[in-house]
């Protein structure tokens, strides 16, 4: 058994939740941390996570949590982080790394380096391309990041050992490291991630609002059911990174305007094939780049 | 083990597909047919149903196909269904039931109403809501439509002998027997499954024509995966039923163009509460109404 001598004495995670519970419980596993201080703004989180072990001990004063911390993860709401960041500045030691799980990246960042201030060198931005639509410390397990990609977007000024200490920490999580520019990060998964989000939400709330929904619904199968999983993530973090990246978003929002204007046009001219050259290159599209991709 | 007479001497699937090949297979397994006589255009698809045991016999000719058969089920796209129910109407016996799996129904029954002629009271319209991404004969197994829903749609003529042999063949499969109205019908699964199509097919359609579409789509995840999933199916099957049903589909697309809108307008003005109260009242309805359902 590997019972190497702990890298992180103290790890704080803000914001305990199906992220931040999960790296913590996968470094602990790894025996990479000796103990994890939680903090959040729901006492009933925090139980849970104590409960299931996620976290040694509970804080709701994220200041007074991260004092001679080694890592702080930040893994809020990314409309909280610099809130966040404000509170932690003064309390942080010199040693101590920040970094963060925020989907979205310019302005995490922008947050970053305007609050954290001279201890901004410290910072090292990143993004873990993992989750489920469940949220909460409950949610959480350690398995979340194996063979996921983890995106490291760190900065000029980033120093090399905090960016170290991060890419050990997400290496032991199982994770692929992967380096993207803040700009290309946000247009990416604006695309990927945040567009079909919002297409999921959008589509369930318009069949949900109907009078007839219960009986609607209930005669839905599994392509409904897959095509809005995602519509059950938290609706708080997803109007955060929605609003965050809205400059990428709504000119994707558009295309997606675009094709189905295009699609109804198609219809409403009864023209089948239109229909079914979109259909079809679609179809290619999945089956040439999304189908290689690991479950 | 249950041995009893099967009785169904002779059926015949119009189209071995999917939903066509598991009807066979189901039946067989219950021991409630002889001999199966498959149809199909494509020769490569029915020599796998003959490997693969899904039928007993191929042929390309359905009017010589469907003589002196007990039942012949259309599991063609419902585009073809009119072509075919004039080809076999000559060569139908006076005992031979008909049915058909199509996705939509009021066009469907009319065709039928068109060209099965004197025999239409034989006719009898039927939805099994059930399906995978994959289509052809090597995808069909036969619990397919066990625990899902079958829709029946008999119509005033519909003899009661036809209507019991269809319902029984389909019990015999698993599936749970709901009746619903033609028009119901169409406007129902235009909105739980033809409108989640058509916006899985337009999203991969507006990410895959983009020049880095590979790279792009290369760091997608779970999310995005789930969300085009059915964006993997026939684009001839779903060409046909989105023109066959474009009087439901229409104004369907046009409540979600709707929607997207209201979700640009709010992402542009950075109104996060306007997102918020969509995603939480999506999220709502997803939880209220799309998770009780069996996988």
Redesign the interface.
Known sequence: MNVAKPRIRKLVVIGVGLIGGSFALALKKARLVKEVVGVGRSRKNLNDALRLGVIDKAETDAAKAVVDADLVLVGAPV?QMPGIFARIAPALSQQTVVTDAGSTKQDVIAAARRHLGSHFPMFVPAHP????EHSGAAAAFPELFRD??LILLPQQETKAAALRLVRAAWLACGANIVRLDAAEHDE??G???H????????????????RD?????????????????????S??M???I??AN?EA??PL????????????AA??A?D?EA??V??????????????K?P?
């Open positions: 409309g391309i993992a989750g489920t996921r990609n990416i998964f695309a990927v991630s567009l079909p989000h919002v297409i999921a939400f959008a589509l369930v709330h318009q069949l949900g609002k109907r929904a219960k009986r609607l619904l209930g005669f839905s199968g599994g392509g409904l059911r897959d095509t809005v999983r995602i519509a059950g993530s609706p708080e997803w109007r955060d929605c609003i809205r978003l709504v929002l558009d295309g997606t305007l675009a094709e189905l204007e295009a699609a109804r219809l409403a009864g089948g229909l079914e979109m259909f079809r290159s679609a179809r290619q599209a999945r089956a040439r780049w999304l189908l991709k479950q």
